[in-house]
């Protein structure tokens, strides 16, 4: 099947063999390219350059028209004269198992597909040769920098970018990589991955682009949600435990609420503190507001009050509810050694009563 075009690839001439394979939709004048697939005319389009400039024949493996059979697998080998600048071609049927018409097929599906990805989120794709010169510049994500495709093509990514984090000078030393940056007012996350030559060295480095602004900005307002809520909450566990100094040497702690194991945790260590920094002779631990406790809770009050007798204060607990009491008995739980007191206003008259006793005298 032979056909003659011009050097704008509109068809001239062509054999009886390859009128009859198209059949009436082929006229003088019809581009070449509409005899292709419309998934197969980017080959043709993408090569016509090389068929104008050198008379060197170019195969191109693709479908084209065939009357009662949609489309026929051909090889398609053109090749342009100098003398009177006509481009002259051939059609010749592929057998239905060659498979490198369906490598051809496999590899312009997944042309589509990075196009149609590339084309519709926010990304950039590039490449880089071995000296970072741009030689690919594309993607849907350069309208926020106001760039235009292919716009880098032929400067130096070290030039216009940079590379603070490494990432594509190791890409260019064979490890691909992840880095994060700032760009034309964005936030960038960047993948680099070098692309081997048949030596095994790197021959260029493809890099992916992906414009992560909005998910940095709403993980900055989540961080500074979460850093309020840990402010409040920690206000709440000061306001539920306040160390209340109510006389000289002597210190209350009203607990209120839930008591678990977390907060008896922070209450002995701001008591302790407080034992320590004030130089306090009497600890009061008032559970009145406190409805229940588990094992763990009570066996942390009592080493609480044992902590407290080591840094030379007293320990005393008020307050304690019946509900209390009964966990506390039916745990088996000993408080004999800790004074304990009925309410608050009792603990502290203990702890006035002890003030105000006089030392013992030292006998000789």
Request: overall charge neutral; charged content about 20%.
């Amino acid at each position: 099947m032979l056909f003659v075009a011009g050097v704008d690839g509109a068809l001239l001439r062509w054999s009886d063999l390859l009128g009859r394979t198209v059949g009436p939709l082929l006229a003088r004048g019809t581009p070449l390219s509409e005899l292709f697939h419309p998934e197969d005319r980017g080959a043709l389009t993408t090569r016509w350059a090389e068929v104008r400039a050198s008379a060197t024949p170019i195969q191109i493996r693709g479908r084209i028209l065939s009357v009662g059979r949609g489309y026929r697998p051909v090889a398609c080998v053109v090749r342009g004269a100098s003398a009177d600048g006509l481009v002259h071609g051939s059609f010749r049927d592929l057998p239905p198992d060659d498979g490198a018409l369906d490598e051809v097929l496999r590899l312009r599906e997944r042309e589509r597909i990075l196009g149609a990805l590339v084309e519709t989120l926010p990304v950039v794709v590039w490449v880089v040769d071995p000296r970072g010169v741009f030689t690919y510049h594309e993607g849907n994500g350069m309208k926020v920098s106001g760039q235009t495709p292919g716009q880098l093509i032929g400067q130096n990514v070290f030039d216009l970018y940079g590379d603070e984090s490494g990432a594509l000078r190791r890409a260019m030393m064979g490890h691909p990589g992840r880095a994060l940056s700032e760009a034309h007012g964005h936030a960038w996350e960047t993948w680099v991955v070098p692309v081997h030559d048949t030596t095994g060295q790197v021959q260029s480095v493809i890099g992916f682009s992906l414009d992560v602004t909005q998910e940095r900005q709403a993980q900055q307002v989540l961080q500074m949600k979460l850093d309020v809520i840990e402010a409040q909450q920690r206000v709440i566990r000061e306001l539920t435990a306040p160390i209340i100094e109510v006389w000289d040497g002597v210190l209350a702690l009203p607990m209120i609420g839930v008591v678990d194991s977390a907060r008896t945790a922070e209450a002995m260590e701001s008591l302790l503190d407080a034992i320590s920094s004030r130089s306090a002779r009497f600890a009061v631990l008032d559970l009145t507001g406190v409805q229940m406790v588990d094992t763990k809770v009570a066996d942390h009050l009592i080493r609480l009050v044992r902590a407290i007798q080591l840094l030379g204060a007293e320990g005393i607990i008020c307050g304690i509810r019946p509900t209390v009491a009964q966990t506390v008995v039916e745990l088996g739980l000993d408080l004999s050694a800790i004074v304990t007191k009925a309410n608050l206003r009792a603990g502290l008259m203990y702890c006035m009563q002890r003030l105000r006793a006089p030392a013992p005298r030292a006998t000789h």
